[in-house]
C-alpha cells in the first residue's frame, strides 16, 4: 500500500499536501482500494467554509458511499475538474492526479497537530 | 452477416432495434363516424409522436420470449436468496387472482357491489391475524418497506396522542437498510446497536441506550443471522418499560408459523411479506405486499380505510380521526391478496406448520453440511436460513463475489451476499421448503467444487461466470456514463 | 402435502445428518413460554379444485367490468389488455424470477426495465425514468420527498384538480418530515387560474398540477409552469399515460417531475392494486431518483448488457442517508406495460386516445341535453368529466349498476360534499349500444321522478 511521505494524514483516510499557502486534499491508497471503483464525487463549492472534522461532500462507489471529511478548516478555493467526467482517476493516482479541493487553511497551525504523519498512518492501517 | 452459429453468450437487441415504421401490434376497436371529432386547441396538441415501438404482434411476442430465456428464476432451479424466502409460487394463486370477478373490479365500487372480494380480505386478516397472534391488520402496504413505514407512522401517532413524540428509533447492526431509511421518514433518528457475539441484540448496549427519547425498537426476529433472538420477551419488556414501542420486522417469517408468534412474544406491531412467507411471486421485483398487523392500543391508528363488518355486510371504515390517514391509494395489492389466500387455504393451519418445520430443516442440513468448508458465522442451529463467511475461501485470494459469480455457471442463483454487513464476505443461504433434499445435496456437491476450485484454480473462479447470457457486466461504468434510456434526447 | 416435497422419511435422514433427534431439537433457542402449543386456528388444507371452487363462488359475489359497462376512471380504467401481455407476463421467466441481483443471469428482466424507462421518457418527453413505484398516489409521495431534497424548502401547493386521494397518500408519506401543503381551489374545475399562483412563493418546494386533470380537463399549463419556476419551485405533473399520444407532454411544457398511475397500460382495475407508479425527473435530479435504475454497460468480452445502476441513491446502502425506503419496484406490472406499450406503438396509444375522447364528447354532449342533468365544467375533456346527476349520485349509481351499468363514481367518494357529482370516464371499449343506454337510462331516471 502507498503511503508517500511528505503528506499528512487522517484517520479518516483523508490526506492532506501543502503547497505554498494551499492545502491539497485528497483520500488514501487504503481508501480508494476499500471503496473500489469510484463513480462519482460529490464535491463542495467553491467559495464554501470547510471545517476540520466536518464532511464536505461524498464518494459513491458502485456499492458504497462514503463522506469526505476535511482534514483542515478554510476556505474551498478550487475542487478538481476532473473528477466530473473521470472520476475513476481516484483509484488509478489518488495522491496526484486524482486530488479532490485546495483549501486555504485558516489555523494549520493548530489543527496539524491532530494530522498523523506517514508513519503512524501506516500504523494505523496496518492494525 | 447478422448471424452466426448460436454460442453460450449473445447480446441481444432492443426492442426499439425491432422497430419498422408503419408496423404495429394493436388493433382499436372502432369509433363510429358518428361520434364528434375531438377537437385540441393547437397549443395542446402533441407535435411529435412519442417513439415507441413499432412492432407487429409477433415480433413483440418473440422478443420478449427470447429477453425471457435470460433469467434465472425459480422455476427453473434453485434459488437459495437469504432473507428473500424464494419459494415455490403455485401456479392456481395467479389462476384465481385473474378471475374477472376479481380482476374486473374497479376500486372505487361501493361496497355492497364487492362484497365477494371484502369477504376474502376478511378471511385472509383472520389467517394473518392468527398466525402472527396480534389483535388487528391493514392490508394496505404494497412492500415490506412500506409496511415498516407504516408502522413506524402509527408509533409516532401513538406517542404524540401521549404527548411526547419522542426521537429516536433503535435498530441492531444486521438490520436491512429499509429499517433505517423507514425511520428517518417516519420523522425520526436512528441509534444502531452492535450485535453480540452470539449475533443477537447486545442487551446491556440496550439498556445504555434506552431513555424517555426513545419511541421504540425494530427488529428482525429470527435475525437476519437466522438465529430466534432468545431474549426477545426481556428485550421488549426494558422496551416498553421505558415506554417505548416495540417492531417486528417480518422478513423472516417463514420460519415462525405455528411455532412461535409475533403477538405473544409482546411485539406491538409486525409486517408480513405476502410476496415471501405466503408465497405470491416476485415478479422480477414486485409487486410484494406488506401487511402490518398491530396491537389493540395502536388501533386507532391504522390507516385508513378499514375492514369492518356491519351485521353481514362488510364495509370500509373511513371515520377514524386518530388515524395516520393512508399510505396506498387503494386497498393494497389485492391480486396479492387474493394469491395469499389461496395459498392459506391450499395449506390450512397444519401445512403451514410443515412449511416452516421443512424450511429449518432444510436449512440446517445445509448448515451441518457445508460447514467444514466454508466458515459458519455462529455454530448453532439455525431457523430458516444459514449464514456463512467466505473467509476461508478469500484466504485462498477468492472473495465471496467469485464464488456467486461461479455459482451461476452450475445454474444455481447464489445466496445473498455480502449482507448482513456484520459478517464478512458473507453468505446468506435460505433453502426454503420448497426444495427436496436431493436439490440441498446437489447444491452442497457444488459448493464443495468451488471449494477445491479455490484451491486448485482461483483464477477460474475470478472470471466466472463463462456460461451465462453475458459475462462480468461494468458496473462502475455504468454508473459513471449513465445510459438509461434508448433515445438520448427527449422527444415532446 | 403438494407444495413441500420432503417425506417423512426425508426429514428423518436429515434430521439424523443434522446430528439431532428430533425437529424440537433445533428450535432449542425459542423459549419454552414463547412456543405456540397448539395448532393455528385456520381450517385444513383445500384440494386444488376446493380453492378453484371457493374462490371462484366468492368472485361470482361481486359486480365487475366483466358484467356490466363500467365508466368508472379516477386512475383506474376499463382498457382492454391484449391476450399477448397476458400470455407473454405468464412465463415462469418473468414471474418468478427476483430482484436483478445477479445481472449476468437476470438480462430478461433488466432490458426489459430498461426498454420501460425508455419508453416512459417517450411518453413523458423526459429524460429520465425509474423502473416504478407501487401506485400513483405513492409515485405522487416520491416527487414530494425528492422536491423537498432538491429545494430544501418544505412547503406544498397543489390544486383541488389534483387527484384527492393521491394528496391523502403524498401527505400521509411526507407528514413526518414537516412538510405542509396548501391546496389551491378550482371553482371552475380548470387550474389556470390565479388563485394559485396567489399561493406561490419563495418557500414552495413544488407546485403540483394534474395533466388532464381531476375532472377530465387538459389544462393549459404552461404560464403556470413558469411562474413556478421564478420562485425557484420545481413543478410536479401528475400525468395520465393514455394521453401523452395526443397532449404536449409534460416535458415540454417545463416539468421538473412526472408522476402517473400506469394501471392502464396492460393491467386490470383489480380492486385498486398491484397497481403501477411512473416517475420520470429531470436530468439534474437524477442522483435524487427513488427507487431502481437499470443502465445499459457492458461484460469482459464487450457485450452490451445491463445492470441496476446509481444504487448508492438506495437504502440497501445508504440506509439512513436514503433519499427513500423503497426497495422493490412493480417489476410485473411494469413489465407488462412495456408489453402493451410495444404492441400499441405510437399509433395504438394515439388510436386509444381519440378513442376514448370521442366517445367522452359523445357522452358528454347527449348526457347535457337530459332534463336534470349537467355537465359541471366547460374546457376541453379527455377521457373524463363531471356529471351533474338529478339528486345523490349514490343512488343513481345504484339504479344503474341495477340495470348493467356501473355509471361513474359518486364525488362523495373523495370526501367532497357535492352530493350530485359524479365523475364519469370512457376508454375505447365503451361501445354505442352502451352510451346510448346510459343516456336513456338516465332520461327514464330522470322522468321517473326517482330523485
Known amino acids: ?51 476540520q472534522g466536518d464532511s464536505f461532500g461524498t464518494i459513491e462507489a458502485v456499492k458504497a458511499v462514503a463522506d469526505i471529511y476535511s482534514p483542515l478548516s478554510g476556505d474551498v478555493v478550487e475542487v478538481n475538474p476532473e473528477l466530473a467526467g473521470t ?26 497537530t491532530h494530522l498523523l504523519t506517514p508513519e503512524a498512518y501506516k500504523d494505523l492501517t496496518s492494525a | 452477416m447478422k448471424r452466426d452459429v448460436t454460442s453460450l453468450q449473445s447480446e441481444t437487441k ?67 436468496l437469504g432473507s428473500c424466502t424464494m419459494k415455490y409460487n403455485p401456479k392456481i394463486n395467479d389462476e384465481v387472482a385473474a378471475l374477472p370477478g376479481f380482476a374486473g373490479l374497479s376500486p372505487w365500487q361501493p361496497a355492497s357491489t364487492v362484497q365477494g372480494a371484502l369477504e376474502l380480505l376478511g378471511e385472509l386478516s383472520d389467517a394473518l391475524l392468527e398466525v402472527t397472534g396480534m389483535d388487528n391488520i391493514t392490508l394496505q402496504p404494497a412492500a415490506g418497506a412500506q409496511g415498516e413505514f407504516t408502522a413506524l407512522l402509527m408509533f409516532r401517532a401513538y ?105 405473544d412474544m409482546g411485539f406491538d406491531a409486525c409486517h408480513i411479506n405476502l410476496h415471501k412467507t405466503f408465497s405470491t411471486p416476485h415478479g422480477g421485483g414486485g409487486p410484494g405486499s406488506g401487511p402490518v398487523a398491530i396491537k389493540e392500543k395502536l388501533a386507532r391508528h391504522l390507516p385508513v380505510p ?51 418445520e421443512n424450511a429449518i430443516i432444510n436449512a440446517n442440513y445445509l448448515r451441518k453440511k457445508l460447514s467444514p468448508t466454508y466458515q459458519i458465522y455462529i455454530d448453532k442451529p439455525c431457523m430458516h436460513e444459514a449464514v456463512f463467511s467466505g473467509n476461508n475461501q478469500k484466504a485462498k485470494g477468492v472473495r465471496t463475489t467469485d464464488i456467486a459469480k461461479r455459482l451461476l455457471d452450475y445454474g444455481i442463483h447464489p445466496p445473498t451476499v455480502y449482507f448482513p454487513l456484520i459478517v464478512p464476505e458473507c453468505l446468506m443461504i435460505e433453502p426454503t421448503e420448497s426444495e427436496t433434499k436431493e436439490t440441498l445435496d446437489e447444491f452442497i456437491e457444488v459448493m464443495q467444487q468451488i471449494d477445491r476450485e479455490a484451491t486448485e484454480t482461483p483464477d477460474l473462479l475470478k472470471h466466472a461466470p463463462y456460461t451465462t447470457p453475458v459475462r462480468r457486466l461494468d458496473e462502475a461504468g455504468a454508473a459513471r456514463n449513465l445510459n438509461i434510456r434508448y433515445f438520448d434526447n427527449a422527444n415532446a | 402435502m403438494r407444495y413441500i416435497p420432503n417425506t417423512p422419511d426425508d426429514r428423518s435422514a436429515m434430521l439424523r445428518d443434522i446430528g439431532v433427534s428430533s425437529f424440537e431439537e433445533l428450535l432449542e433457542q425459542v423459549p419454552a413460554s414463547l412456543r405456540l402449543n397448539r395448532p393455528l386456528k385456520i381450517a385444513d388444507g383445500q384440494s386444488e379444485w376446493q380453492v378453484r371452487r371457493d374462490l371462484t363462488h366468492m368472485s361470482e359475489k361481486n359486480l365487475s367490468a366483466m358484467g356490466h359497462a363500467c365508466f368508472m376512471g379516477a386512475g383506474s380504467y376499463d382498457h382492454y389488455v391484449p391476450a399477448a401481455v397476458n400470455a407473454l407476463a405468464s412465463r415462469s421467466e418473468y414471474v418468478t424470477a427476483y430482484t436483478p441481483y445477479q445481472p449476468e443471469v437476470a438480462q430478461g428482466t433488466l432490458q426489459v426495465i430498461f426498454e420501460f424507462q425508455s419508453m416512459i421518457c417517450e411518453l413523458f418527453g423526459m429524460p429520465a425514468a425509474n423502473a416504478s413505484m407501487y401506485d400513483g398516489g405513492t409515485a405522487l409521495s416520491e416527487a414530494i420527498a425528492m422536491a423537498r431534497a432538491h429545494t430544501k424548502r418544505q412547503r406544498i401547493v397543489w390544486t383541488e384538480a389534483v387527484h384527492p386521494s393521491y394528496r391523502r397518500v403524498a401527505e400521509t408519506n411526507n407528514i413526518a418530515l414537516g412538510m405542509t401543503f396548501d391546496v389551491a381551489p378550482c371553482p371552475n374545475g380548470s387550474q389556470s387560474n390565479d388563485t394559485i399562483s396567489m399561493l406561490l412563493g419563495d418557500d414552495v418546494a413544488a407546485l403540483v398540477v394534474q395533466y388532464p386533470n381531476f375532472f377530465g380537463i387538459i389544462d393549459d399549463l404552461k404560464q403556470l409552469v413558469d411562474r413556478a419556476h ?28 412526472v408522476v402517473g398511475e400506469g394501471q392502464c397500460l396492460g393491467n386490470y382495475m383489480s380492486y385498486g392494486g398491484p397497481y403501477l407508479g411512473l416517475f420520470a425527473a429531470s436530468s439534474e435530479l437524477v442522483r435524487l431518483m427513488p427507487g431502481r435504475i437499470v443502465g445499459i454497460t457492458k461484460d469482459v468480452d464487450g457485450r452490451r448488457g445491463f445492470v441496476l445502476t446509481l444504487q448508492t441513491r438506495e437504502q440497501h446502502i445508504r440506509r439512513d442517508k436514503a433519499t427513500s425506503n423503497i426497495c422493490t419496484n412493480q417489476g410485473l406490472l411494469a413489465t407488462r406495460a412495456t408489453f402493451y406499450m410495444s404492441m400499441l406503438g405510437p399509433t395504438g396509444l394515439k388510436d386509444i386516445g381519440v378513442a376514448s375522447a370521442r366517445r367522452t364528447q359523445y357522452l358528454m354532449k347527449k348526457l347535457e341535453a337530459v332534463p336534470g342533468f349537467s355537465i359541471a365544467h366547460k374546457g376541453v375533456h379527455f377521457r373524463e368529466f363531471l356529471l351533474k346527476v338529478p339528486g345523490d349520485a349514490r343512488l343513481f349509481f345504484k339504479f344503474m349498476s341495477e340495470n348493467g351499468i356501473l355509471a361513474g363514481i359518486p364525488l362523495t367518494k373523495f370526501g367532497m360534499t357535492d352530493e350530485r357529482g359524479l365523475l364519469v370516464a370512457l376508454t375505447e371499449t365503451r361501445t354505442l349500444e352502451e352510451m346510448d343506454k346510459y343516456v336513456a337510462l338516465a332520461t327514464g331516471y330522470a322522468t321517473g321522478g326517482m330523485k
Not at chain 2, 433472538?229 to 417486528?248: F, P, Q, R, T
Not at chain 2, 370500509?316 to 393494497?332: A, F, L, Q
Not at chain 2, 395489492?333 to 389461496?342: K, T
Open chain 2, 14 to 80: 432492443l426492442i426499439f432495434e425491432h422497430s419498422h415504421e408503419g408496423r404495429t401490434g394493436f388493433q382499436a376497436p372502432p369509433t363510429p363516424d358518428s361520434l364528434p371529432a375531438f377537437e385540441l386547441p393547437a397549443e395542446l396538441q402533441r407535435k411529435n409522436a412519442p417513439r415507441l415501438p413499432e412492432v407487429a404482434e409477433s415480433t413483440a411476442v418473440r422478443h420478449y420470449v427470447n429477453l425471457s430465456t435470460r433469467n434465472h428464476h425459480i422455476d427453473r432451479d434453485f434459488y437459495p
Open chain 1, 1 to 51: 500500500m502507498n503511503i508517500p511521505a511528505g503528506y499528512l494524514y487522517t484517520k479518516e483516510h483523508e490526506w492532506v499536501k501543502i503547497e505554498g499557502d494551499l492545502a491539497l486534499v485528497g483520500i488514501t491508497d487504503f481508501a480508494q482500494g476499500e471503496l473500489g471503483d469510484v463513480v462519482f464525487v460529490q464535491l463542495p463549492d467553491v467559495g464554501s467554509k470547510a471545517k
Open chain 2, 306 to 356: 378499514v375492514l369492518k363488518k356491519n351485521g353481514d355486510l362488510f364495509v370500509w371504515d373511513w371515520n377514524r380521526p386518530d388515524s395516520i390517514g393512508s399510505v396506498h391509494t387503494y386497498y393494497g395489492n389485492f391480486g396479492m391478496h387474493v394469491r395469499a389466500l389461496a395459498y392459506i387455504r391450499s395449506l390450512g393451519g397444519n401445512g403451514l406448520h410443515a412449511i416452516s
Open chain 3, 230 to 257: 421564478s420562485h425557484g419551485t420545481l413543478v410536479v405533473f401528475v400525468t395520465d399515460p393514455m394521453a401523452m399520444g395526443l397532449l404536449k407532454s409534460p416535458g415540454q411544457l417545463g416539468a421538473d417531475i
Open chain 1, 87 to 112: 472520476p475513476e482517476i481516484m483509484n488509478r493516482e489518488p495522491y496526484t492526479s486524482g486530488w479532490i479541493v485546495k483549501i486555504r487553511p485558516s489555523n494549520f497551525d493548530t489543527e496539524k
Open chain 2, 159 to 263: 406517542h404524540m396522542k401521549k404527548g411526547n413524540v419522542r426521537k429516536r428509533i433503535v435498530i441492531p447492526d444486521s438490520a436491512h437498510g429499509t429499517n433505517p431509511a423507514s425511520i428517518v421518514l417516519a420523522g425520526y433518528g436512528v441509534t444502531q446497536l452492535p450485535s453480540d457475539s452470539n449475533g443477537l441484540m447486545d442487551i446491556e448496549a440496550l439498556k445504555r441506550t434506552l431513555d424517555e427519547d426513545v419511541a421504540g425498537l425494530m427488529i428482525t426476529n429470527p435475525n437476519t443471522i437466522g438465529l430466534f433472538e432468545s431474549n426477545i420477551a426481556k428485550i421488549i419488556d426494558l422496551v416498553h418499560d421505558a415506554g417505548g414501542l416495540v417492531y417486528m420486522d417480518g422478513a423472516n417469517l417463514n420460519a415462525l408459523l405455528g411455532i412461535s408468534r409475533p403477538g
